[in-house]
């Protein structure tokens, strides 16, 4: 049902765009705001590598498995009224994350930025799609709308950078709250009012099975990837995993009104929304991620410089991702989002001859076609998915596009952030004299030399950053083949698909 009033002005659609689009930006922002603020904060708070790992992952895991219980929540009380409580738990958790003494208040924080995020997200485009009802509106709006995500994604490096360059770390998180009460003060007249259904079930068990499956998913990915393995957390993680996937599928197959039909998924428009938007984030967080620590930790680069680098995929994507929405029609879904996924391939094999070959023309170039053709594919995958379900299930249809680019996020970083280190380690060779510890991470390495003066500390920089800067190539080879296999697969099954917005 279209909850947007009739006298509803062009003006007004689009001041709601830009309300919800503040919305999307500190959620996505604050994935990737702290990569290039991460060497300072662990420094500061004395994090050990686990305890980074989850500083990052906790945001993602807990949004991924609030977001589907939290869409069917919006059709249930109001999508307007979700988006103002995400907005205040958002910017009361900032203050938390700012603020934060040690690594465990900083990842509750995190997880209550999270919270805030989830209860927020669903509704910012499903206010969207019940707001444009005009079809080729809808599509122009949701492609901003995805450029605001991919732009906000790759800004977040140099968002961190400029900010570490000024103040301290907690400023990536203070810088939210000015944001959040803009965003407060606008809703009131540019959001339309809600009509809630309450009759829509919301279930609180699905979402805490769901949120199991995720927790034990990247455990499981995270300790697998990890060497030495810790094979009792792992055995444990799986049988998690099978237990809470079994109970949560389980459970949708009983529900009157379960928080996600599964049938969804056999339209090819929406699988290859969904994949789309998991492999684009998987590809775009997980480089940034390794990208910035290599710049920083192994070349030596401040913060705001590598953040500036990285900023190349968010110029690339600017360009692609509002072209690609406005442009759906005439091209097509499949030449986008598999052309999309075919030169994200190209961009992401120069960075990752990058790493054997040290140039800085190749890194730029690679990182700005990738983010060209991540671009076009995370705004068409969101316009596939959203178009392809009619208004009434908006909410499940923009939880399951939510939850696909978080997942895309959480298992990139558990991934790929884990191998890195375990490539890393698997291929130094320490200097004589020199500590075993720097073996553990890149970080232990430069911090243990930096404070010695021993005649190993130079010879240990020069291996540190030989065995990075190959276990980066590695980890780049690898999404060069998940892009890859994402261009050759959604080409197939898109083959003769075309998107219609539906009533």
């Not at 990247?218 to 030495?228: N, T």
């Not at 590695?474 to 099954?493: K, S």
Request: charged content about 10%; some cysteine; glycine content about 10%.
């Amino acid at each position: 049902m279209n909850t947007q009033p009739a006298s509803a002005t062009p003006l007004q659609r689009w001041l709601l765009l830009a309300t919800v689009g503040v919305g999307i930006t500190i959620i996505t922002i604050d994935n990737t705001i702290l990569y290039t603020a991460l060497p300072s904060l662990v420094e500061d708070l004395g994090a050990s590598s686990t305890q980074q790992l989850w500083i990052v992952n906790i945001y993602a895991i807990v949004i991924a498995g609030l977001l589907l219980g939290t869409g069917t929540l919006g059709d249930k009380i109001g999508h307007r009224r979700m988006f103002v409580a995400g907005l205040i738990i958002f910017g009361l958790a900032s203050l938390v994350a700012a603020f934060a003494p040690n690594p465990g208040v900083l990842i509750l924080g995190r997880a209550l930025l999270a919270v805030g995020g989830a209860t927020m997200m669903p509704s910012t485009l499903s206010l969207i799609r019940l707001t444009f009802t005009n079809p080729a509106e809808l599509n122009l709006a949701i492609g901003i709308w995805g450029s605001l995500s991919t732009v906000s994604a790759a800004l977040g490096p140099i968002a961190g950078g400029l900010l570490l360059e000024l103040y301290w770390w907690g400023s990536c998180f203070l810088i939210n709250v000015p944001l959040v009460i803009a965003a407060l003060i606008a809703v009131p007249f540019v959001a339309p009012k809600d009509q809630p259904r309450p009759d829509k079930h919301w279930d609180f068990i699905s979402s805490f099975y769901a949120m199991i499956t995720l927790v034990s998913a990247v455990l499981l990915i995270k300790e697998g990837s990890h060497s030495p393995q810790n094979w009792p957390v792992i055995g444990v993680a799986a049988v998690l995993l099978l237990l809470g996937g079994w109970a949560f599928t389980r459970r949708q197959n009983g529900l009157e009104q379960p928080l996600i039909t599964f049938d969804i998924f056999r339209f090819p428009a929406f699988r290859a929304g969904a994949l789309g938007a998991a492999l684009s984030m998987f590809a775009l967080a997980g480089l940034q991620y390794v990208i910035t620590q290599k710049l920083q930790l192994a070349d030596g680069l401040s913060p705001l410089h590598s953040g500036v680098y990285v900023t190349f995929a968010a110029v690339g994507a600017l360009f692609t991702s509002i072209y690609a929405g406005a442009r759906l029609t005439r091209f097509g879904i499949r030449r986008l989002i598999a052309g999309g996924f075919g030169l994200a391939t190209i961009g992401a094999l120069c960075v990752c001859l990058y790493g054997y070959l040290d140039s800085t023309p190749l890194l730029l170039s690679g990182l700005f076609i990738k983010g060209m053709g991540l671009g076009a594919v995370m705004a068409v995958a969101s316009i596939a998915m959203i178009s392809g379900v009619p208004s009434h299930r908006a909410g499940m249809a923009s939880s399951v596009e939510e939850v696909s680019y978080e997942f895309g996020s959480l298992t990139s970083i558990a991934v790929l952030g884990s191998l890195v280190t375990a490539f890393y380690s698997a291929l130094i060779t320490l200097p004589a004299g020199a500590p075993a510890e720097a073996t553990e991470s890149l970080h232990a390495a430069v911090h243990i030399a930096h404070l010695s003066d021993a005649s190993w500390a130079e010879p240990l920089l020069a291996a540190a950053d030989t065995a990075y800067s190959h276990a980066f190539a590695m980890i780049t080879a690898l999404v060069v083949v998940v892009l890859a296999a994402g261009c050759l697969y959604t080409a197939r099954i898109l083959r003769g698909v075309t998107v219609e917005l539906q009533d």
